[in-house]
């Protein structure tokens, strides 16, 4: 019998620290990991090097956005900086209008889901995150706070990315 536990106490101690060990090398696999380049309907992730200009907004718990209405040009690779300052944590999502819906009521469902792409950021109270995106399609788009209710209660914004000469195309 004691045998039995010496084995099971040094079967529990090397997944312990096994598990400390994976979840320390996870935090620093983050730091490095790359940015998965997909083609969005609304852009692809940009590279930090091609930013030609950075948008700073504000995110606060009355559920908005400061500005709410982005515009860029077609072609553009902009660095979104987001300044949370309210109490809650804030994300802000890019996509279309279709698509926002759609992860706002999954978020309603699973309000924990855990989800990292380049085309969003989540943001703790009091703190900053961003995003760099090429925008390389002309249209409207929307961007959103999905964190469970914050959709529902109007955190929304608009970006309006405009063709080279100058005219919107409607998306």
């Known amino acids: 019998m004691k045998k039995h536990t010496i ?5 529990l101690f090397s997944l312990a620290t096994s598990t400390l060990v994976r979840a320390h090398g996870d935090e620093h696999a983050k730091k490095t990991v790359t940015v998965k380049k997909e083609q969005k309907e609304w852009g692809i992730a940009g590279d930090p090097k ?16 400061n500005p709410a209405l982005i515009e860029v040009k077609q072609g553009d690779t902009v660095k979104l900086v987001m300044k949370n300052d309210g109490k809650q944590l804030h994300e802000l999502v890019i996509g279309t209008k279709k698509e926002l819906e759609e992860h706002a009521a999954l978020m309603l469902k699973f309000p924990n889901m855990e989800h990292d ?10 703190k900053s995150g961003e995003i760099v995106w090429h925008f390389n399609k002309a249209g409207d788009f929307d961007f ?3 964190i469970a209710g914050h959709y529902q209660a109007g955190m929304v914004g608009k970006i309006k990315v405009t063709k080279s000469d100058g005219h919107a195309q409607k998306h």
């Open 117 to 126: 792409e380049p085309y969003m950021a989540h943001v703790p109270a009091g």
């Open 7 to 11: 084995i099971i106490g040094a079967v």
């Open 144 to 146: 959103a706070c999905l």
């Open 50 to 65: 091609s930013v030609k200009r950075t948008i700073a907004l504000s995110m606060t718990d009355n559920m908005r956005f």
